[in-house]
């Protein structure tokens, strides 16, 4: 059962403000993908550094992130 605290159930399934950090985007993205975790983006490499985006099975949206 999914606890959502009262007033904020219309922010379930929408981008989160989580970021988790990672030295290595790429492999943490191939190793959760392999596991079944959605991915809604793939690595993409910025300047600062590179991040991906997954979500949950509710469609909350977290990212994996690195910086250079």
């Known amino acids: ?11 379930i399934g929408t981008p989160s403000n989580v970021v988790f950090a990672s030295d290595d985007v790429r492999a943490a993205f191939r190793e959760l993908a392999e596991r079944g975790v959605k991915f809604i983006a793939e690595p993409e490499e910025q300047p600062w550094g590179t991040f991906a985006t997954f979500s949950d099975p509710d469609g909350n949206q977290f990212v994996i992130s690195s910086s250079h």
Do not use: I
């Open 1 to 11: 059962m999914l606890y959502t605290p009262p007033g904020q159930e219309d922010r």
